[in-house]
């Protein structure tokens, strides 16, 4: 008999160490309606993702150099821009097409098997309000590199409608989006092309300023020297990583070893962590918090990185 669980709000709470009475009102609204009801994955169902990870390593498809990578990028954010001319802005619109739901689910250290297909993004919507809540309510400019459909600052202007965000992209289609949530619906929103790779010196950080980052520095692989020293020079208040961390895998831990695989096949972001404790070592920065909520991701899963420049 299949013993069948859900993922409850004070799961969230451990998750995101965050305490019960200060999860947020469009978390507790939204948890509601999604359906979180697993069961762990048998051996069988076991054996089935791991054969479906080791046929996506074999692909070609999976390693991706930095300019087909931007080909990508502008291609998939060209057409969310698209859908959006023709049918106007909503947060579904600018729902990134890389999540096509699955059978498979990462939580709590285990392979779990989802009802809902789509919970990874479900559950990434969730997790964001918490984030944004938590970590950014503070501050009054909110710059997003790698702002992507400009999903997350959609978002944050629901939540926060009276702070200045900037989305920045190194293509242009996010940019656009930007300057159409910012026309459309009137959000105080702006764009700017900016490549994390060769950040421009031209991007100057306003006083009390956050930076954040979801899912967009795993683009790097090892290339994020150049970004860390320009947030250094710019000091914002606060920096806040949601992205995969290798540091935080275990290599005995057969999921986090195919997760280790997968990243390393895709060259994502790598040696940061370690980068971060380096300069904290140097008195260049203060780390605040660094964790893995143990939240998928199919193949992989993001952890939080909370720090300051000195
Ligand atoms: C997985 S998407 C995440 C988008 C968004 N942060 C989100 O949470 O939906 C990665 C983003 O990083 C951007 N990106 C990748 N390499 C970049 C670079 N060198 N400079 C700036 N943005 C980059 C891509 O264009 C894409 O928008």
Known sequence: MVEKRIIEREDFSRMFKIH??????????????????????????????????????????????MEENFQAWNKGWDENLQSILQSGIDLEILK?????????????????????????YDLFVLSRYIIFSKYLCEYENIYEF?????????????MFPSKRLYGLDWVEPSVKIAQKLSETLDRNIEGFIFDMLNPSPDIVLKPNSAVTTIHSLEQLGEKHDKLLSFII????????????????????????????????KRNYLSGYMTALRELEKQNKIEILQAYRPFLGGIIHEASLIIWRPL
Not at 40 to 51: F, G, H, R, S
Not at 233 to 262: C, Q, T
């Open 20 to 65: 019960y009475d200060q999860l947020p009102e469009q978390f507790l609204s939204g948890i509601d309606r999604v359906n979180t009801s697993y069961h762990e994955a048998d051996k069988k169902e076991l054996a089935e993702y791991i054969l479906y990870i080791l046929k996506l390593l074999n692909t070609p498809e999976v390693a991706r150099s």
């Open 96 to 120: 990134a097409k890389y999540f096509r739901g699955s059978q498979f689910f990462r939580y709590d250290n285990k392979l779990i098997i989802p009802e809902n297909n789509d919970i990874e």
């Open 233 to 264: 020079a710019a000091k914002p208040d606060i920096v806040v990583n949601y992205e995969p961390i290798l540091e935080f895998y275990d290599e005995d831990n057969l999921l986090d070893y195919l997760a280790l695989l997968y990243s390393s």
């Open 146 to 158: 790698g702002c992507g459909s400009c999903q997350n600052l959609l978002m944050l202007s629901d």
